[in-house]
């Protein structure tokens, strides 16, 4: 997107959430353990296309992309993620009511 | 016999759920993200891949780094010729005179002048010296700074409330995944004499990231 034409740049800033630090350490680590290089961290992030770019944060993005990578990889299955990610989504509810 | 998600079709690029669009963040909803990050990071740990530990520990590390660490490093550079010569060298290597880190990936330290200004950007996502910073600022990663810091930096500056000089040269440094940028910015006026301590008061993240300049009169530091 360099060169290209934008608006206004806003001094923007947060606080990091929780999750997102633990994104980001996922990142790191995986990196260190040769599990994923930063190539395709951006890769898995390209290929969403400008909609979804910029629809989705920051964190959310590489979240999105850390998986798919270790679906590509062989790490996890597409499967597993599926049934874990309603099992995590099941236990919240039960802890929150 | 598969009930799961996105196969081959090409357009999707997640298991399928309700689709997670913007969602307001409430105190008992986790986010479709959230929710996957806690899968991801829980399918890992199981596999043996990374420890819960470990990613205790590098969170810990993440929030122990901030601009502090790079202020040290400019308001040294301010006293010292010999450091700075060094850092402006090695970037790197002349860290670890002052016992900070020494950074995953080669630093290249660029130094402000009366004719030259430095600005740092990544056009292509965030990279960004965090262990000298810390972790980059929203704006930062904004699709408005990476777009325009490359096309027109002196328009950029001065949303920030920097004006510059036409005769300053700006000089816009983009990063990569292996490269990153820390500017020096100049020692302002009026700071003879001072103490690192002191002087690493005055310099801001923006200012080595190039967006800011610091100024003496901006702390309540006596002469």
Known sequence: MGGLPAGRVEATQHE????????DALLVLLSA?????????RKNIEVLG????????????????????????????????????SAVEARHQDESR | MHDHPHDHDGDDHGPHRPHPGPRPDADDTLSYYQ?????????????GVLSAEAVRREIEKMDARSPAQGARVVARAWNDPAFKA????????????????????KLVVVENTPDVHNVVVCTLCSCYPRWLLGLPPDWYKSRNYRSRAVREPRAVLREFGLELRDEVT???HDSTADMRYLVLPARPAGTAGWSEEQLATLVTRDCMIGVAVPKAESTGVNQ
Not at chain 1, 33 to 41: F, H, I, N, P, S
Not at chain 1, 75 to 83: F, K
Not at chain 2, 35 to 47: C, D, G, P, T, Y
Request: charged share 30%; aromatic share 8%.
């Open chain 1, 16 to 23: 990091y959430a929780l999750w997102e630090k633990r994104g």
């Open chain 1, 33 to 41: 353990a040769g599990r994923m290089t930063v190539d395709e961290l």
């Open chain 1, 50 to 85: 400008p909609d979804a770019y910029d629809r989705m944060s920051y964190y959310e993005r590489w979240i999105h992309s850390i998986s798919q990578t270790l679906i590509q990889r062989g790490v996890i299955t597409m499967d597993e993620l599926g049934r874990r990610m």
């Open chain 2, 35 to 47: 929710v996957m990050e806690i899968a991801v990071r829980e399918l890992l740990i199981e596999k």
């Open chain 2, 86 to 105: 060094r850092l402006l060298q090695l970037g790197n290597d002349a860290l670890v005179d002052l016992g900070l880190e020494r950074g995953p990936y």
């Open chain 2, 170 to 172: 700006v000089r816009v």
